[in-house]
């Protein structure tokens, strides 16, 4: 029992801590740029109850830790932005991005701190924290890696569509329930059509694992 209780903190923890903070840098960017709904809504807090999706904080990383896809992710309860607050390209590849970012700047904290736990003396405690700090660097590597993607909902969409002032862009980034569909179909049907025929059709897993295998070796 200890032993599955402390998988689960290892595994899980990390990637609500970085889901988290990744939602409350998109608010806390908004507001730099004059929009305060995320603030009257109380989603600048630190609370995870406040943040957390059943559907992309919960069931998502659990179905993928368990179907050993090759990676495992989520989302939190997007924080809510006034775009017509919006008054600009600069200011929408800002609040895009600001989720990425802090996923990157976590990472990269957890890979100095690993350096500093390599020179405590071995002990569960020594080990238990370098596993929790390598999952720290994985998830938010993962994380941003993932968000990139320029299909809606991920940043990555508004990162690259979000400056262009024509209406098929406006409505592109906006399909959040089209893209999340495909996301599904992609990540969970593709492959298992594809083991069907005897094939790696893990397109998104390829991607996923390969361009944040690289990252990671940067840091750990």
Same mark, same amino acid.
């Given at each position: 029992?200890?032993?599955? +209780? ?8 990390? +990637? ?42 919960? +069931? ?104 262009? %002032? ?11 329930? %089209? ?18 025929? %005897? ?22």
């Amino acid at each position: 029992m200890t032993q599955h +209780i402390l998988a689960l903190i290892l595994n899980f923890v990390p +990637i609500i801590i970085a889901i988290v903070l990744h939602e409350m840098a998109h608010g806390y960017a908004a507001l730099y740029i004059g929009d305060n709904t995320a603030k009257r809504f109380g989603r600048l807090s630190i609370n995870p109850i406040k943040h957390i999706d059943l559907f992309g904080t919960i +069931i998502i990383p659990a179905l993928l830790y368990f179907s050993k896809v090759g990676f495992i992710f989520g989302w939190a309860r997007p924080v809510p932005v006034n775009f017509t607050k919006v008054k600009s390209g600069k200011d929408m590849l800002l609040v895009a991005s600001a989720g990425i970012v802090m996923n990157i700047v976590l990472a990269v904290i957890s890979a100095l701190i690993l350096k500093l736990i390599g020179l405590l003396p071995e002990s569960f405690i020594q080990s238990f924290l370098e596993a929790f700090f390598v999952n720290m660097v994985i998830y938010n590597i993962v994380l941003a890696v993932f968000n990139i993607l320029p299909f809606p909902p991920m940043d990555g969409s508004k990162i690259f569509f979000g400056a262009i %002032n024509k209406p098929w862009a406006h409505k592109y980034i906006s399909a959040d329930r %089209n893209g999340l569909t495909i996301f599904l179909l992609v990540a969970f049907a593709l492959p298992l059509c594809g083991a069907a025929f %005897n094939q790696n059709w893990n397109i998104l897993g390829w991607y996923v694992t390969s361009v944040s295998k690289f990252f990671i070796s940067l840091l750990i």
